[in-house]
């Protein structure tokens, strides 16, 4: 098993910027890729970015060339460094992995995007 905590999130006006950590219980971003996703309120939960364990990074079409995902391996930490934030990007974000074919969540992180 492995706990998930995330932080980072508040307030920030359009076009702001921050930065999201997900702290891991245990050393796992070596061995399983690691996701980050948001719910908005009265949206479904959807994937934003996931780092593969090989240093790949795959980002939604949404996100793409604003929002980066990194890794701290020393830190059991993955960051979601969110530039040029928009009013749509206000959501919950929480990371995620599947690790021996469980899912696992953070508790989340809300963001707000507003002016």
């Known amino acids: 098993q492995v706990q998930f905590v995330e932080s980072g999130g508040g307030l920030v006006q359009p076009g702001g910027s921050l930065r999201l950590s997900c702290v891991a219980s245990?050393?796992?971003?070596?061995?399983?890729?690691m996701s980050w996703y948001r719910q908005a309120p009265g949206k479904q939960r959807e994937w934003v970015a996931t780092?593969?364990?090989?240093?790949?990074?795959n980002y939604a079409d949404s996100v793409k060339g604003r929002f980066a995902i990194s890794r701290d391996s020393a830190k059991d930490t993955v960051f979601l460094q969110m530039n040029n934030l928009k009013p749509e990007d206000t959501a919950v974000y929480y990371c995620?992995?599947?690790?021996?074919?469980?899912?696992?969540w953070g508790q989340g992180t809300q963001v707000t995007v507003s002016s």
């Open positions: 245990r050393s796992i971003f070596s061995i399983y890729p």
């Open positions: 780092r593969t364990t090989n240093g790949g990074h």
């Open positions: 995620h992995a599947i690790i021996d074919g469980n899912n696992y």
